[in-house]
Nanobody, 123 residues
Framework: VQLVESGGGLVQAGGSLRLSCAAS????????IGWLRQAPGKEREGVSC????????YYADSVKGRFTISSDNAKNTVYLQMNSLKPEDTAVYYC?????????????????WGQGTQVTVSS
């Protein structure tokens, strides 16, 4: 499993960013991809998840209505469109392959995670 994140950066509060997660090394359309984030001094948080096998989605309450996850199976890539960004969204964002999306989060992850991409939202 190989996952490569991109698209992070520095943005002002209220701005937008789109993260990409390019996946390889596994059958993309049989599993799910989740986005997680970790801010300094905080626990890792599952942000969103999309399943290519059954179309299920998950969003953390903290990002509902602002973030949208999507998948391009032809490109084995998952995107996270982040709008109305807040300073509390500042974190390193990782994508991970997961067996499925759950109602309240991500299922078990497998394989190696990406290196992460830094998102910094200034106030």
């Amino acid at each position: 499993v190989q996952l490569v994140e991109s698209g992070g950066g520095l943005v002002q509060a209220g701005g937008s960013l789109r993260l990409s997660c390019a996946a390889s090394g596994f059958t993309f359309d049989r599993y799910a991809i989740g986005w997680l984030r970790q801010a300094p001094g905080k626990e890792r948080e599952g942000v969103s998840c999309i399943s290519s096998s059954d179309g299920s989605l998950y969003y953390a309450d903290s990002v509902k209505g602002r973030f949208t996850i999507s998948s391009d199976n032809a490109k084995n890539t998952v995107y996270l469109q982040m709008n109305s960004l807040k300073p509390e969204d500042t974190a390193v964002y990782y994508c991970a392959a997961t067996l499925y999306c759950r109602v309240h989060g991500l299922g078990p992850t497998f394989g190696s995670w990406g290196q992460g991409t830094q998102v910094t939202v200034s106030s």
